[in-house]
């Protein structure tokens, strides 16, 4: 049975002379008792559908599509029909402000109007009723006979609750309810909601640009990104699993489910509601293809009760290694299995790091995945050409790699400009003002001077930190897809260290290329990576999103990894918190082979 | 309100009075001429002597007007704490006097006038906001702005033309029937409402538009607002959305202007009253100034100033009761 059914929704606003698209085609459904929940930014049109189901729109705004409410189009209903099903089956608690109330009105007179409307009480019984939705969500009764100004954001959203609970909807819509409200009060709100859910069961669309918050109430949730649904599934497997560039972007820009990763959010605005061709994301995509400029892809089933609005089918794959196998011949002739059967894979823009004790076997992989060495056994491949052979880095938009050692990559005899421009000059890209400019550029996105003097600098006259720049502005000249990062931190120090790390994370999060990091440093892994693979003998013991494997780290060898941390002795690594992001299978697309 | 802001709000008033009273005084003092000696602009350069010197200098004694200005100006303010305003010189009477016989009758035009633009004004300006862009609101509005153009007195003169003098439907001048024996308490109120008519639809029509315009473009306005889309998603129907959410916002403006209308009202009475030779305090005003009767004119802006305090205070008062917000 399906309790509410929105089929290709569309709404435009029209203000003098353009056309706003803030709702795009947009359907689903809902079943009683059920919460759905509705993420995207702001001016995504998220209020705009809440409005739209209750047909509240402005006479400046169009519509089309169908919203069926158990079983009546409400769309082909005359206002008096429609004022019988307004906040007598479905009710919506507004965003909170300060004008949402009417100014002039006791609080008790607005929660009691509708009651009375609607036939539910008599004039006389009504505050009686009115006192026990006070008493319900928990707002004193002396409250009733003031006016909306005199109560505070926590209060009176209380009271916009007790007004949309007023005549026992079938259907609740809460619009961005919590975002006014401190970190306390938003935790009462919600505890509040979820009880009254169950002993109401009514169903709830929860809308919000708080993934967090619609998280922990919603059992499904449909992302919007500029009027349209990009991609709709469990909130589990969507948390635990984004499929779709945006989604992925917005998941980990969430403090609270990245608790130790620094915050990037994701590059670019979203485009505000004019007609884009093709998929709406495109300008802030990492992976886009000339088809993403042209048509805008539909949402289409990827799986089990998931669905995903992407021409690539979400995040792409970019490198898939299978079973590599590479051993050294120690002189007493036996042999040192560095790498013993690794299956990796990454992906589009993301940042997978590759943490392991010395002698684990690290570098040696990043080597065989940077085709520099080639394995005894297994393949890599990137975006499906081979790896082997060390000719995916000799072009735009290859694989790169960044050594622990500056000094081996840059020589001492070098200026700082033939070594940023070497790469280019081996491959004969461009011409040779091309390449100076291009050299000028990567140097400036290391934040290293691009001018004069210091471009004639002797790589051997540079400091560390300096030096590592350099060498990461030789990588980024060739505009890579994948950066392969070899402890890259482990030679300088602390603060240099922090600030080199910082450079790279920015420079990937803009550039919106996909990076391996290898480290050793748990600590400074956290900040930037999105998933962890752990690598011990050879073989990689663990891999899912960075903060589950170090919150919860489930082989021994981790477990004593995250342990060998020096903390402070004051720190606790366990939080209570982030149950519900946890539990149960928590696996990453493509971790199937661990 | 506690005992300081009320303490304020007296000390405002009374500082608001004086500033009046010596406006007041000075004001007719600095126009040419004096009540003795008509200076006419109507006769070209020639002073009518109407008294002989020693005549007029005796008046000026007798009213005190050979003393310094200064000392005047204290006896004034003296003599009005006493509530004495002093002789009209042209009407022979005290000004309390003249002014009691007088202005019951704008009251009563400008009270009614007042009433029925307001009223007027809300009602077609709420009909026009719920067509907005529709052609009755389109036409209303185009039609009421060129009314607003016309000024009040020649729409005076139009409207006595038509009626009065055309069909005869209304008095030409005066208050009341001269010399009417009244057989009924109706007959009377018959009469006197007879001859307010064209007087007050006058006054009402020079502030109608503005009512009108005010009504419809804050409704306009609140209708846009979060409270009035919470208030249609209620399901109350569109009535009392209109009505009981709408339109009691939109009034907090209309009223406060309503208040203000009532003292500019008092100026066009002036004029509207000349018009109908209505006599009103206006028309006596008039008079007053063209004889130069100090003492007079000084009680009828009196008059007319603490009526317009006394409006704004009710105005603030009633806004008060109609918009919370302000209580504090
Ligand atoms: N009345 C209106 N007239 C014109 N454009 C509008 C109107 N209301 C919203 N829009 C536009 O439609 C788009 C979607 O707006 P909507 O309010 O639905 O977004 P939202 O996701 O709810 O954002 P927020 O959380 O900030 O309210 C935005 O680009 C907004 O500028
Ligand atoms: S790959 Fe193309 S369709 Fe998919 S999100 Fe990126 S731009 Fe949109």
Redesign the interface.
Known sequence: MILLAVNDLKCQYHTDGHTVNAVDGVSFNIEPGEILGIVGESGSGKTTIA?SI?R?L?DSASVSGTVFFDGTDLALLP??E???????EI??V?QN?L???????TIADQVI??MI??GMVSVNEARARCADLFLLVGLDEAWMDV?P?QLSGGMRQRALLA?ALACNPRLLILDEVTSALDAFTRKEIRDLLVDLQKTRGYSMIVISHDITFVSSLASRLLVLYAGRVVEAGLTRDILNGPRHPYTRGLVHATPDIFIYKDLWGIPGDSPVGDRHKGCPFNSRCTQSIDICRKNPPLLQPCGESREIACHRGGIAMLLKAEDLRFSYQLPDGKALHAVNGVNIEVYEGEVLSIVGQTGSGKSTLAHILAGIINPDKGSVRFMNGNVQGGTMGDHFKGVQIVFQDPFSSTSNRFTVLDAVREPLDINRIGSPEERLNMAREALELVRLPSTGMFLKKYCGELSGGQRQRVALARAVVMQPKLLIADEITSALDVSTAANVMRLLKGLQNRRGFAMISISHDLTLTLKIADRIAVLNDGKIVETGNAHDVMLTPSDEYTKRLVGSRIGLCCHEHTNGEHDFLRDESQHYPGDANV | MNGNDRNTLIYRFVITLLVILAINFFLPRMMPGDPFSTLSSDIEGEDVIIMTEEQRQYFIHYYGMDLPLHEQFFLYLANMAKGDFGQSIYYKLPVTRVILLHLPWTILIVLSATAMSTIIGIIIGTISARNRKKGSDRFMMAGLIAFAEIPSFLLGIILLLIFSVQFRLFPLAGAITPFAHYTSLLDQVWDIAHHAFLPIITLSLAQLTGVYLLTRNTLITVSTKDYIRTAVAKGIGEKTVWTRHALRNALLPVVTRTGFMIGLMMGGAVLVETVFSYPGIGLTLRSAVVNRDYALIQGILLIVAVAILLCNLVVDRVYRQLDPRVTE
Request: no cysteine; proline share 6%; net charge neutral.
């Open positions: 409005i209750m509240l402005a206002e008096t429609l004022d019988k099903i307004r906040w007598k009710a919506i507004f402000s004008e949402v109330l009417n100014p002039v009105m109007e509708p409307r609607h006016y100004h007004m």
